[in-house]
């Protein structure tokens, strides 16, 4: 009988032992963070714009110069006058529709933009009283050893300026969180 208890007593103890294993491997995995409980939230955003502008201006007027030394007296006038009637007419499109258009070429060495649909239909009427005067002439006494030396310009200026940017811009944003 003596060994029949033993047998017996083995037995219980390797039931305990398999018992207490067995409740510390459930006590483990229940207090393990993300295991049997787990939330995540994220969001991903992207975007992107295209932007394109055009202008087209157009200046009249009168520019006068001069570069001379202190045995030279310069004289520049200019006076110009734009009568009524004279037409600035920059337009986009033509007469059936405002669109323009064009087509972007990038190379190595550049970029070329072609355009088409802007119009400039400018018809300036100069004016009487326009005039455009230069005058250069020597001081009365001029230093000797100095040359008389100079030079002058008096003229119409008219500027057409044509603009194009263009740009381009993406992003991308993404969040995530554990709790």
Do not use: C, W
């Amino acid at each position: 009988m003596n060994i029949l208890n033993i047998n017996s007593t083995k037995m219980n103890l390797f039931h305990f032992t398999y018992l207490k294993s067995f409740i510390y491997v459930i006590l483990v995995i229940i207090t393990i963070p993300g295991i049997s409980k787990a939330q995540t939230t994220g969001s991903l955003q992207s975007g992107s714009t295209n932007t394109l502008s055009v202008t087209l201006s157009n200046t009249m007027g009168v520019q006068t110069s001069a570069d001379a030394n202190a045995n030279v007296e310069v004289n520049n006038e200019a006076n110009l006058v734009i009568e009524a009637g004279s037409t600035i007419q920059d337009s986009f499109g033509d007469e059936e529709t405002t669109e323009i258009s064009g087509d972007f070429e990038i190379s190595p060495n550049g970029a070329n933009f072609d355009v088409k649909g802007l119009t400039a239909k400018n018809n300036y009427i100069i004016g009487e009283g326009t005039y455009f005067k230069s005058e250069l002439k020597s001081v009365d006494e001029p230093d000797p050893d100095q040359r008389v030396q100079g030079t002058a310009s008096s003229q119409l200026v008219h500027n057409m300026t044509l603009s194009i940017n263009q740009q381009s811009s993406s992003f991308v944003s993404a969040f995530s969180q554990n709790f």
